[in-house]
């Protein structure tokens, strides 16, 4: 069960290259605030949930 949690999770690498960007864009767009909503797991461990992503991407092409 927490593996199939864990697999609806990326990391900012993962996202970087779903998006075809480099990892830095990702980390400025949360430092930011614009980009795809983050949850974060620990301080040091920020995650974001592949629904947020896909929400955000349909935003950002609307």
């Known amino acids: 069960m927490v593996g199939a949690v864990m697999n609806e999770y990326m990391t ?24 795809p909503r983050v ?10 949930a592949r629904r947020d992503v896909e929400e955000w991407l349909r935003g950002v092409a609307a």
């Open 39 to 48: 949850t974060w797991l620990s301080p040091s461990l920020p995650r974001y």
């Open 12 to 35: 900012s690498a993962e996202v970087a290259r779903l998006l075809r960007v480099d990892k830095s864009t990702v980390c400025r767009w949360r430092l930011a605030g614009t980009g």
